[in-house]
């Protein structure tokens, strides 16, 4: 067992429970009808978020599902404008044009949260390739869910990776359910891991519910690309507390992986570490989860108190040269 | 300089000259190394510029356009070349949710610089899946560009803007055109997009085209002056933007209109012009305005049945003495 600063596992444990407490919030909000159209959230995969997160740069670059919100807050480090573009509001990341699914921090290095499965990971790859390209050093991580592993641009996407050694990690946040088809159904194999091995890809299964797991096995990945070794596939074994989006009664799920997925609480596992080993107190735990509830309160106060976008603004941004004459016929 | 050369020649011409010019010009397709591109557009591009910016891909078009979409949002401007249009069909989700919409969803911040090159148009016996004209649906989503030349010198200025643009332009290269030589002034460096080209002034009927209905056109305005009949045609060169100016004022002068397309007449742009002129200039018309467009059929393979399913020039001109006579 690898021995870690203080300052770094206590970093961990904020930013899961900033991302745990932010999901409860928007939750709370959309069933409020504060926040309209769908609202995915990653309640129980946080440790794939965090740990892999904690092994990039901020100079590095990430895309995420139509479920990234947790993507974003960690990696733009913006709770404010993340909360307000999930109410529409001019003040959000995305002045209110994407909403939940289209978070986006390009400056930080987040390039968007993804409406379409699997749409995200051409993306990445381009995004490797570019960084391939201009040789800057720069890892980009796709974070995906285990149902995008079924479409046609994974496979592609996988290949033309092996064969152009790009340095990019597939993530495959493994939470079991493709919308709500336990995808053990929809595949022939015994796990998603194994499919990187037709592309001669370097694979592994990771517990998602340990966050240091996932930490180590990005770190890895993160090297292995930075050494010009290519890309890696991590098969990050999560749960997902909720049905597929907020609001979904999900009686597809069955009690058996509820209890498992509640019982194998990533944020709960992580802290009781912490406690049995010494690092940190209880009264310390206690004390940041109030400082991160505060946050979490003045990020939905601010999204409140944000103009919605001026109705004079709808046809910005179709285009970024010649928008006018472009939108006008 | 004047040089007479083909449009395909024109094109490579204007791949090579940006690439030259701009480090993050790259090019992705299937066949573009070694072979030189399956209809001759990178011929000599890998040994100029490696295989770093000529990226010859697997056969696998939904993943390398959209790593394409991945490497202009990082800031590369790729040249995608799609081997026909037709194949737009297994890779259209990074060009219509990811490319067209990326500007507008991240509210400005991912700008996706990317040019779609892709062959299209009937004529060479390629059947229902290598012979269609896609430029409508193109069109149809806000986000795109769409460019249709119809000369070698428009091909290579509107390919060099639309390389330069930063929005996705998807640029329409009809290959029954590539091997026709026309004049290229070397003067000219890069032709806007959104101009029309007035390619023939006349006044009793405006014939408004683009691509290889242009050179149709032209034939059809060269047989009815021997009557009389003085045709102006336009070639639009650009869709989306649509130079609305140049349509009003050909319209304004000619109070005919006859729209020539090779898409199917159903839903084709060409409905899109003649709504827009029904609108706004109705006022302007003497009579109803025509369109001459494929049928709405599927592109046969045998030469005597495609021959029948686009417009050519007989057929432009027997509808524009209709046009008039009524």
């Known amino acids: ?329 | 300089m004047n040089r007479t050369i083909t449009m395909i020649e024109a094109i490579r011409e204007a791949i090579d000259e940006e690439m030259a010019l701009d480090k993050n010009v790259i090019m992705l397709g299937e066949d573009i190394g070694e072979l030189g591109g399956p209809f001759g557009s990178s011929k000599g591009l890998l040994e100029k510029y490696n295989e770093n910016r000529i990226i010859q891909t697997p056969i696998s078009e939904w993943g390398f356009t959209g790593i394409a979409v991945g490497a202009a949002i990082r800031g590369k401007r790729p040249i995608v070349e799609l081997m026909y249009n037709d194949f737009i069909s297994v890779c259209f989700d990074p060009i219509m949710n990811q490319a067209a919409k990326m500007h507008y969803m991240t509210g400005g911040q991912a700008k996706v610089p990317l040019v779609l090159r892709a062959p299209t148009g009937s004529g060479r016996r390629g059947a229902a899946q290598h012979s269609q004209n896609m430029e409508a649906l193109f069109a149809h989503i806000p986000g795109l560009k769409v460019v249709c030349p119809s000369s070698p010198q428009d091909a290579k200025g509107l390919l060099k803007s639309s390389i330069r643009d930063d929005d996705p332009v998807i640029f329409l290269e009809h290959k029954v055109l590539y091997p026709i030589k026309g004049n290229v002034d070397d003067s000219i460096d890069t032709i806007p997009l959104g101009y029309a080209d007035c390619k023939l002034e006349g006044t009793d009927v405006s014939i408004i085209t683009w691509s290889r209905q242009v050179n149709f056109a032209l034939q059809a305005a060269e047989k009815l002056a021997e009557s009389g009949i003085h045709a102006e045609v336009i070639d639009l060169r650009t869709l989306v933007p649509l130079d609305w100016e140049a349509i009003c004022k050909t319209v304004s002068k000619t109070h005919h209109v006859v729209i020539v397309e090779e898409d199917v007449r159903r839903c084709g742009f060409g409905a899109e012009i003649a709504a827009q002129i029904g609108e706004e200039l109705f006022d302007e018309l003497d009579a109803p305005i025509v369109r001459v467009a494929s049928l709405n059929t599927s592109v046969p393979f045998s030469a005597v049945l495609e021959d029948e399913v686009f417009p050519n020039p007989e057929r432009i001109v027997t509808k524009v003495i209709d046009l008039l006579k009524e």
């Open chain 1, 1 to 329: 067992m690898q021995i870690y600063e203080k300052d770094f596992l206590m970093k961990i444990l904020e930013d899961m429970l900033t991302v745990r407490k932010f999901e409860q919030s928007a939750s709370d909000s959309f069933i409020k009808g504060m926040i309209s159209g769908n609202v995915h959230v990653c309640t129980g995969g946080e440790g794939a978020v965090v740990g892999a997160n904690m092994a990039l740069k901020p100079t590095d670059f990430i895309t995420a599902s139509h479920r990234g919100h947790g993507h974003c807050i960690v990696k733009s480090r913006d709770l404010n404008r993340t909360m307000a573009e999930l109410f529409g509001k001019d003040s959000g990341l995305c002045y209110g044009r994407g909403g939940s699914m289209h978070v986006t921090k390009v400056e930080n290095g987040m390039l968007g949260a993804n409406g379409i499965v699997g749409g995200g990971i051409p993306i990445a790859a381009g995004s490797a390739l570019a960084s391939k390209i201009d040789d800057d050093g720069a890892v980009t991580v796709s974070f995906f869910g285990d149902g995008a592993t079924n479409q046609g641009c994974f496979h592609e996407c996988l290949n033309m990776a092996a064969i152009w050694k790009l340095p990019i990690i597939f993530f495959i946040e493994n939470n079991q359910y493709a919308v709500s088809v336990d995808i053990n159904t929809v595949i022939n194999t015994e796990t998603l891991a194994e499919r990187a091995n037709a592309y001669n890809i370097y694979n592994e299964v990771v517990d998602g519910t340990d966050v240091l797991l996932v930490y180590e096995a990005t770190k890895r990945a993160v090297e292995r690309a930075r050494n010009g070794e290519g890309p890696t596939l991590i098969d990050c074994h999560i749960y997902r507390f909720t049905g597929h989006f907020v609001g979904d009664p999900a009686k597809y799920m069955s009690e058996d992986y509820l209890n498992q997925a509640h019982k194998s609480d990533v944020i709960d596992k992580f802290k009781n570490y912490l406690l049995y080993n010494n690092i940190a107190e209880k009264e310390e735990i206690e004390k940041m989860e109030k400082a991160i509830d505060e946050k979490i309160i003045l990020a939905k106060q601010f999204a409140i108190e944000s103009q919605v976008p001026d109705k004079s603004s709808m046809l910005d941004y179709n285009y970024s040269c010649d928008n006018e004459r472009s939108v006008a016929r």
